[in-house]
């Protein structure tokens, strides 16, 4: 979107790209740990290091082919061990920080290399304060009441997107984050947006259609609807099961 007033002037750059299945789609704020164990990797890792400021894309392979926004990665911890017979392997632990679009493939042997344009940013929310933290308060009312067993999920992404957020702001540089404004509630909003989409487990295409949306509100409202529906499909399941197994009893008269 050319005239967000959000949208920075960062020109397109090459960066290091790890392949990732649907399934183990990032969104911003979540972290998982991956295990190394050939040459290329460790090469690809020292580059990002670096040269790249230990940020790397992850790419997606959808139904159609390459998906065209895809998560950047920070190395939040990098672990190198030597193992039997002298084999090494190394320990990533990777936090997704934002988005951008991916331009084009320039590398594919050894590792991925991939032209990326600028950060894919929310639409610019500060006009609607008042709607960003009503929102926030009624989302975080009902994971509460509703569904305490997910409240450590939702808080632990929740922290996390906000700590993004801020320690960009405080640095006065951007660098990849998918930061869209420097208010409270504006950082608020995005957070709790991603926090509820990170709640979602079942369908790696809904999790993926929010993930590219840059409408935060949109996003917190679609994420928390679609909460809704997993759990009562699940809830319908689970009793029809115990209906069906009801019914398949017998019964014995004397």
């Known amino acids: 979107e050319g005239n967000d007033r959000n949208e920075k002037h960062v020109v397109s750059r090459e960066v290091p790209l790890l392949p990732m299945s649907m399934d183990d789609l990032l969104l911003p704020g979540q972290t998982t740990t991956l295990v190394f164990k050939e040459g290329r990797f460790f090469d690809l890792l020292e580059d990002v290091q670096d040269n790249h400021h230990g940020i790397l894309g992850t790419i997606l392979m959808g139904k159609d082919g390459l998906e065209s926004v895809i998560p950047l990665c920070a190395v ?91 320690s960009t ?55 928390e609807r679609a909460v809704w529906m997993e759990r009562l499909e699940r809830a319908t399941a689970s009793a029809t099961e115990e209906t069906s197994a009801s019914s398949g009893s017998e019964t014995s008269f004397e």
């Open 76 to 166: 939040t911890d990098y672990e190198v061990q030597a193992g039997f017979r002298g084999k090494v392997t190394a320990t990533v632990t990777l936090t997704c920080v934002g988005r951008v679009s991916l331009e084009q493939l320039v590398q594919v042997q050894p590792t991925l290399r991939g032209r990326v344009g600028p950060e894919w940013n929310d639409r610019y929310v500060d006009d609607n304060k008042g709607l960003a933290r009503r929102l926030v308060a009624d989302l975080e009312t009902t994971v509460q009441t509703s569904w305490p067993d997910l409240v450590a999920t939702y808080q632990n992404i929740r922290n996390s997107v906000r700590s993004v957020l801020i």
């Open 169 to 223: 702001n405080q640095d006065g540089e951007s660098s990849f984050a998918d930061l869209s404004s420097t208010t409270s509630a504006a950082i608020n909003l995005q957070a709790a947006s991603w926090a509820v989409v990170s709640l979602l487990g079942q369908d790696p295409n809904a999790r993926y259609s929010l993930f590219t949306s840059k409408d935060a509100v949109k996003r917190l409202r679609d994420g």
